[in-house]
């Protein structure tokens, strides 16, 4: 796990300092890449829910007071959610290409949702969740599934290896 604690933080760092330059400035707002959380539904479905909550708890917080920091907790709250929710339905189901990337584009758009809603909640935004959900959330999830299907082979090859080899050290 900690390879992929340590590639959390790369993508943290990238998701803060480089995509900004990246992300031309009329989509700014429109385009939110949310690395780590792609990151956290491969923690989800190939290492487990348990670690795939405390990994979307952390990397939330952490999201939510480096870049979004006008409420903090929406981002812990909704990726140790949906990170549990994924690995619990990743215990029922192996997750082929198609199904993680089924799995990751729904998951995306429920993460953007829950913070639209707890947003909302505490009167911070006055768009409607229709304009949110059509400008802010299906293009980010449309990035998210690029992400991670441009990632998927090395990651699950990675957190296969880990979780075999953990798998022999505790039957010794």
Known sequence: MNGIILLGIVFLILENA???W???P???DRL????TFV????VAAFAGRHPAFLFGLGFGMLQDLLSYGELIGPYAFGMGLLGYLVGLLAEYRT????VFAWVTVMAGVL???IVYFIYNLFRLTELSYAYALYWQAAPTALLQLLIALLIYVPVRRYLAKTSSSQGEDSSE
């Not at 990151?39 to 491969?42: K, P, R, S």
């Open 18 to 20: 480089v995509v900004p």
């Open 22 to 24: 990246l992300v031309p």
């Open 26 to 28: 009329a989509w700014s």
């Open 32 to 35: 939110l890449p949310h690395l």
């Open 39 to 42: 990151l956290t539904m491969f």
């Open 95 to 98: 997750f082929s290409v198609g």
């Open 111 to 113: 993460l953007d949702s």
